[in-house]
């Protein structure tokens, strides 16, 4: 796990100085291919595990801003989401431990995009001190 994050971050490090920021569109890249290493996707299962992906994202995000000063309410529908999509993430992925992998995958990676973006801004905040000195 420590070797998949470390190569992670280095992808990750690489791919952010190698090239001018583009948005998200990077990190939806780095999600996607983590995602499919961690599910061991194939070609065929990921045609159809993407599809429904993106509609689950889609639902909670509109989900999230709807009921955005609903904190009980916005719990409760983002369950009742993660429980409809089980069934479809079944589907495309045959069993419940995949299933359970994926929505792992999905936090782990989230938490360490997090945990980066605290350490760069961490970064810039002590750059800016140290120029002012």
Do not use: H
């Not at 992808?11 to 291919?33: M, R």
């Not at 801004?121 to 000195?133: D, F, H, P, T």
């Amino acid at each position: 796990m420590k070797k998949l994050l470390l190569s992670l971050s280095l992808l990750i490090s690489c791919v952010a100085f190698s090239q001018p920021q583009k948005g998200l569109g990077n990190l939806q890249g780095l999600k996607i291919a983590y995602m499919t290493r961690q599910l061991n996707l194939s070609s065929e299962e990921a045609e159809k595990f993407w599809p429904v992906y993106y509609n689950y994202t889609d639902d909670m995000t509109e989900a999230r801003k709807e009921m955005k000063d609903d904190v009980i309410g916005l719990d409760e529908k983002l369950l009742a989401l993660k429980k409809r999509y089980w069934v479809e993430f079944k589907k495309v992925l045959g069993t419940d431990e995949r299933v359970n992998k994926g929505f792992l995958a999905e936090r782990e990676f989230g938490n360490f995009i997090r945990t980066e973006m605290e350490k760069r801004q961490r970064l810039r905040e002590q750059r800016q001190l140290n120029k002012q000195r």
